[in-house]
Nanobody, 122 residues
Framework: VQLVESGGGSVQAGGSLRLSCTVS????????MGWFRQAPGKERGGVAA???????IYTDSVRARFTISQDNARNMLYLQMNSLQPEDTAMYYC??????????????????WGQGTQVTVS
Protein backbone atom coordinates (compact mmCIF):
# COMPACT_ATOMS: atom_id res chain seq x y z
CA VAL A 1 0.00 0.00 0.00
CA GLN A 2 1.25 3.50 -0.83
CA LEU A 3 0.34 6.61 1.11
CA VAL A 4 0.66 10.27 0.11
CA GLU A 5 -0.23 13.09 2.49
CA SER A 6 -1.36 16.58 1.55
CA GLY A 7 -2.99 19.60 3.13
CA GLY A 8 -0.30 20.77 5.48
CA GLY A 9 0.68 24.41 5.78
CA SER A 10 1.09 27.37 8.08
CA VAL A 11 -1.78 28.66 10.17
CA GLN A 12 -2.28 30.98 13.10
CA ALA A 13 -3.22 29.66 16.52
CA GLY A 14 -6.91 28.91 16.67
CA GLY A 15 -7.09 28.12 12.99
CA SER A 16 -7.97 24.91 11.17
CA LEU A 17 -6.44 22.61 8.58
CA ARG A 18 -7.58 19.40 6.96
CA LEU A 19 -4.97 16.83 6.09
CA SER A 20 -5.61 14.24 3.40
CA CYS A 21 -3.96 10.91 2.71
CA THR A 22 -4.33 9.30 -0.69
CA VAL A 23 -4.17 5.52 -0.48
CA SER A 24 -3.12 3.45 -3.49
CA UNK A 25 -2.17 -0.17 -4.13
CA UNK A 26 -4.53 -1.19 -1.35
CA UNK A 27 -8.10 -0.85 -0.16
CA UNK A 28 -8.40 1.55 2.75
CA UNK A 29 -11.32 -0.31 4.30
CA UNK A 30 -9.06 -3.31 4.96
CA UNK A 31 -6.56 -1.40 7.10
CA UNK A 32 -6.22 0.29 10.42
CA MET A 33 -5.36 3.83 9.30
CA GLY A 34 -3.58 6.32 11.49
CA TRP A 35 -2.15 9.81 11.72
CA PHE A 36 1.11 10.40 13.53
CA ARG A 37 3.24 13.47 14.09
CA GLN A 38 6.83 14.25 14.87
CA ALA A 39 8.18 17.58 16.07
CA PRO A 40 11.89 18.41 15.86
CA GLY A 41 13.81 16.64 18.59
CA LYS A 42 10.83 14.53 19.62
CA GLU A 43 9.73 10.98 18.96
CA ARG A 44 6.99 10.22 16.47
CA GLY A 45 3.70 9.95 18.32
CA GLY A 46 0.23 8.80 17.49
CA VAL A 47 -2.51 11.35 16.89
CA ALA A 48 -5.54 9.35 15.78
CA ALA A 49 -6.49 6.06 14.18
CA UNK A 50 -9.57 4.53 12.61
CA UNK A 51 -10.27 0.83 12.30
CA UNK A 52 -11.92 -0.94 9.36
CA UNK A 53 -15.10 -0.99 11.46
CA UNK A 54 -14.96 2.79 11.90
CA UNK A 55 -13.84 2.79 15.53
CA UNK A 56 -11.69 5.83 16.27
CA ILE A 57 -8.83 6.36 18.70
CA TYR A 58 -7.34 9.71 19.69
CA THR A 59 -4.47 10.81 21.80
CA ASP A 60 -5.76 12.88 24.71
CA SER A 61 -4.27 16.18 23.59
CA VAL A 62 -6.28 16.27 20.35
CA ARG A 63 -9.46 14.39 21.28
CA ALA A 64 -11.73 17.43 21.43
CA ARG A 65 -10.13 19.23 18.49
CA PHE A 66 -9.23 16.73 15.76
CA THR A 67 -11.43 14.34 13.79
CA ILE A 68 -10.19 11.37 11.78
CA SER A 69 -12.36 10.07 8.97
CA GLN A 70 -12.10 8.11 5.78
CA ASP A 71 -13.89 7.90 2.45
CA ASN A 72 -13.88 4.29 1.35
CA ALA A 73 -15.20 5.12 -2.12
CA ARG A 74 -12.32 7.54 -2.74
CA ASN A 75 -9.72 5.53 -0.79
CA MET A 76 -8.91 8.65 1.20
CA LEU A 77 -8.08 9.31 4.85
CA TYR A 78 -8.59 12.71 6.47
CA LEU A 79 -7.65 14.54 9.63
CA GLN A 80 -9.70 17.64 10.39
CA MET A 81 -7.74 19.78 12.83
CA ASN A 82 -9.49 22.64 14.63
CA SER A 83 -8.34 25.06 17.31
CA LEU A 84 -4.74 24.48 16.34
CA GLN A 85 -2.07 25.46 18.84
CA PRO A 86 1.68 26.04 18.46
CA GLU A 87 2.31 22.71 20.17
CA ASP A 88 0.59 21.01 17.23
CA THR A 89 3.46 22.08 14.99
CA ALA A 90 5.02 18.95 13.53
CA MET A 91 5.44 16.79 10.48
CA TYR A 92 2.27 14.75 10.12
CA TYR A 93 2.36 11.24 8.71
CA CYS A 94 -0.31 8.91 7.41
CA UNK A 95 0.18 5.24 8.27
CA UNK A 96 -1.51 1.91 7.63
CA UNK A 97 -1.54 -1.43 9.40
CA UNK A 98 -3.35 -4.69 8.93
CA UNK A 99 -5.94 -5.66 11.48
CA UNK A 100 -8.34 -3.69 13.64
CA UNK A 101 -6.07 -1.18 15.41
CA UNK A 102 -5.46 -3.58 18.28
CA UNK A 103 -2.04 -1.99 18.65
CA UNK A 104 -3.56 1.39 19.33
CA UNK A 105 -1.39 4.37 18.42
CA UNK A 106 1.96 2.60 18.63
CA UNK A 107 4.02 3.61 15.63
CA UNK A 108 5.84 0.29 15.53
CA UNK A 109 2.52 -1.45 14.78
CA UNK A 110 2.23 0.39 11.45
CA UNK A 111 4.41 -0.96 8.63
CA UNK A 112 3.27 1.44 5.90
CA TRP A 113 4.04 5.16 5.96
CA GLY A 114 3.72 8.24 3.83
CA GLN A 115 6.41 10.89 3.43
CA GLY A 116 4.69 13.42 5.67
CA THR A 117 3.22 16.90 5.42
CA GLN A 118 4.36 19.83 7.55
CA VAL A 119 1.97 21.68 9.83
CA THR A 120 3.18 24.92 11.40
CA VAL A 121 1.09 26.85 13.91
CA SER A 122 2.22 30.28 15.06
Amino acid sequence: VQLVESGGGSVQAGGSLRLSCTVSRGTISRYCMGWFRQAPGKERGGVAAISPAGTTIYTDSVRARFTISQDNARNMLYLQMNSLQPEDTAMYYCAAAGGYCSGGLLARQFPFWGQGTQVTVS
